[in-house]
């Protein structure tokens, strides 16, 4: 019993330790993934309990090409879209709490649930045709026109993820998430406006109705509108994202 006491003592001594040589119930970091695919970001994470943390994330994409395109053609159904002009950007504010099962505080194996709140900035050309006739011929033509609808959708979305978190030096940590996922919702709306002065007729806009009403984008939910002023586009529908394969490098203090 004696030694048993001792060993614990010792254990306990040790960890004290530990905890006094990496210090710091705060670490600010950024996933250097991410960051090398230009979706900027960066966490802050607070120890609340010896293996219980806080932590808020923000992070920001500016808008450029659409990444994945293979991966997007097989949901979104429709031989309208320029998917080689399509772009996105986004900006997302997760928080999350984490529980550790190491013997260190903010360090180990960890269980991190988490709510993210994010806004996906959209421009997708949309290519329609119709017929009409030409001004100086008087004969029947082809008009190829393309409509560029822009908005926002917003998604909110509860989930979970596993990582390790690995204390790399007294003030330098190293996080490395495996694997996760959330499941929420969205919604936003697309408008295209036509240029000042340009002309948009009816044929126009009954071409580009049936174009926006033959997209398929399951399980999406897609209401267009097309008027003599343009074109809105209501979007809804369940969201979900897979999180995981991060490394990230962060500051502790």
């Given at each position: 019993m004696k030694k048993l006491l001792l060993v614990l003592l010792v254990f306990l001594s040790l960890n004290a330790t530990a905890q006094k040589l990496i210090g710091g119930d705060h670490i600010l970091k950024t996933n250097l993934s991410s960051d090398a695919l230009k979706n900027y970001n960066l966490t802050f994470e607070k120890n609340i309990l010896p293996f219980v943390s806080l932590s808020a994330s923000y992070r920001t994409m500016p808008k450029s090409p659409l990444p994945l395109k293979g991966l997007a053609k097989k949901f979104i159904k429709s031989d309208a879209i320029d998917f080689d002009q399509f772009?996105?950007?986004n900006t997302a504010l997760t928080f999350e709490g984490r529980f550790y099962l190491g013997i260190q505080k903010m360090s180990g194996f960890y269980i991190a649930p988490y709510t993210r709140f994010a806004n996906f900035d959209l421009s997708i050309p949309v290519n329609y045709s119709y017929n009409s006739i030409s001004t100086t011929t008087l004969k029947p033509v082809i008009e190829n026109k393309t409509a560029t609808l822009e908005g926002t959708i917003r998604s909110q979305s509860l989930g979970v993820y596993v990582g390790m978190q690995f204390?790399?030096?007294?003030?330098?940590?190293?996080?490395?998430?495996?694997?996760?996922?959330?499941?929420?919702?969205?919604?936003?709306?697309?408008?295209?406006?036509?240029?000042?002065?340009?002309?948009?007729?009816?044929?126009a806009q009954n071409a580009l109705q049936k174009t926006l009403n033959d997209i398929r984008a399951n399980p999406f939910k897609i209401k267009a509108t097309v008027t003599s002023s343009g074109a809105v586009a209501d979007m809804e529908g369940p969201w979900a994202g897979i999180r995981g394969g991060g490394l990230t490098l962060g500051l502790r203090f």
């Open positions: 772009q996105v950007g204390q790399l030096a007294t003030k330098i940590v190293l996080d490395f998430w495996m694997i996760g996922g959330h499941y929420g919702s969205s919604n936003g709306k697309l408008e295209f406006t036509p240029l000042p002065g340009a002309q948009f007729p009816t044929e």
